[in-house]
């Protein structure tokens, strides 16, 4: 045998070594995973006990756990980093810990206990990162719903939930998940996105989001339109960061998302029923408590069913300046859409009635669209101007070029350009001295593909 035979041989039996003691590692880490659940069990959610304590038992549990084990020889190095990482895997989040803080991070999912993807700057990518099983991603799961008081079990096998830093969690389990538990995550970042963070990422552009701050501060009624993961809460949270900081706010969400640094804000949540299937205080509710709360606005995180009516009734009545987020895949679906669900509140109201509502209601929908780059962008600020017959009449103010193209690495050219259409409503603003000026509104030329 030649010399590079014996050192392609040596290689190989070294990788297949290295391959064995790999597997060794998972499974010691597993039994031991298995060894501190199965000894604190409830210890490991007791809310008397402080973190400190919590880790201490669990570091011991796991140092005597491994002094069982003989199967694998550790260096004090590697010892030291099983023990740390069975640690974060019981009192964290277990293995997406690490997605969670990363900031490049904005979703994870996880299809599964061997199926964890994440989302970075729009792109979905499949990690190497794995649960023990599934009964080890069902706790994590569990210690989530637990911390906002929700529950999950076969009776109750879907819910929406949020970590401590505002983050969406929505978990799926038996018998509805085939193949899970499903877990989704949507991070939000540590600071919230301003204006201007919009403006740098391109979402708007400086006279879009001049526009939206005078429209805010003059009261109109704003509905942000878009399809699931097209940044209606991120944009519903800088529209409402442009409110007048002595202005009562009352926000109303199905999971506390808005972050508003303004000192006056009332924030209520969804309760879902208890175990008896009673108790529950939905959306609706809240929106018609709100009105006895007097509120200057009321900001609803997401209108999806007959809270609709109770918001256009609330718009109409006084409460101007009202913000909320509908998922819709233009402006013109979007009254089709409130249109539905003011149905869905079981009124029995002819078609012109509602629209009447809506049109007198709504001033201004900002509709954003997740490109196929994966960025999100604004595509169209479109202004309800009022009934012909019965028919609710729109103008876009600004519209999204795709004739611009895109680049070598797929990201669109274009941006939202003013179609030279100035608002209705620039009278009323200027009435309040919030003037709109022309130059806001300068069309630009769109180009042709």
């Known amino acids: 045998m030649s010399l590079a035979d014996r050192v392609r041989a040596a290689k190989a039996a070294e990788s297949t ?16 995973h298995y060894k501190v659940v199965e000894g604190l069990g409830p210890t490991l959610y007791d809310r008397q006990m402080s973190d400190a304590e919590l880790k201490l038992r ?41 997605f969670l803080s990363d900031p490049d991070v904005t979703e994870v999912m996880v299809n599964g206990p061997h199926s964890v993807w994440v989302e970075r700057q729009g792109k979905l990518t499949r990690t190497n990162t794995r649960f023990v099983d599934a009964n080890h991603l069902g706790r994590i799961i569990e210690k989530i719903v637990g911390q906002v008081g929700r ?29 899970g538990p499903f877990l989704t995550i949507r991070k939000f970042s540590v600071d919230p996105f301003t204006a201007e963070d919009l403006v740098r990422m391109g979402s708007v552009t400086p006279n879009m989001a001049e526009v939206l701050r005078r429209a805010v501060e003059g009261r ?38 808005l972050r508003l640094n303004q000192y006056h ?19 609706r509710d809240l929106v018609r408590n709100s009105l006895r709360m007097r509120p200057d606005r009321i900001v609803v995180g997401e209108a999806r069913g007959g809270e609709a009516l109770d918001m256009l009734q609330a718009m109409n009545t006084g409460h101007d300046g009202s913000l909320t987020t509908i998922h ?34 709504v001033d201004v929908i900002v509709h954003l669209n997740r490109m196929r780059d994966g960025n999100r962008r604004v595509t169209h600020i479109t202004e309800v101007v ?10 876009d103010l600004f519209v999204f070029d795709y004739g611009m193209g895109i680049d070598e690495d797929g990201n669109y050219l274009g941006h939202c350009k003013p179609t030279g259409i100035r608002p209705s409503f620039s009278d009323e603003l200027e009435n309040q001295g919030i003037p709109l000026p022309a130059e806001l509104f300068r069309p630009e030329p769109m180009v042709r593909r």
């Open 151 to 179: 529950r999950i079990d076969e009776s109750t096998p879907m819910v929406d939930a949020r970590l401590p830093d505002g983050s969406r969690v929505n978990a799926v389990i038996h018998p509805l998940a085939i193949g």
């Open 17 to 32: 070594l290295d391959g064995e003691r790999d597997l060794m590692r998972q499974d010691l880490r597993r039994k031991l």
């Open 58 to 98: 669990v570091m011991e549990m796991l140092e005597w756990a491994l002094d069982q084990e003989e199967s694998v020889p550790l260096s004090r190095t590697d010892r030291l980093q099983l023990l740390q990482e069975i640690a974060d895997d019981v009192l964290g989040y277990g293995p997406i810990d690490p």
């Open 265 to 283: 804000v009332l924030s209520m949540e969804y309760r879902p029923p208890n175990l008896e299937g009673k108790g529950e205080v939905t959306i």
């Open 386 to 395: 009022g009934m012909e017959g019965e028919i609710i009449t729109t103008q």
């Open 328 to 361: 819709s895949n233009a402006p013109r679906d979007t009254l089709s859409r409130i249109e539905t669900m003011v149905l869905m509140s079981g009124m029995d109201l002819p078609i012109k009635a509602i629209r009447e509502q809506i049109a007198s209601a």
């Open 220 to 257: 109109m009624n704003i509905i942000v339109s878009g399809s699931t993961g097209s940044g209606k809460t991120t944009m519903l949270n800088v529209l409402s960061s442009f409110i007048p900081p002595n202005d009562r706010i009352v926000t109303i969400e199905d999971a506390a998302e």
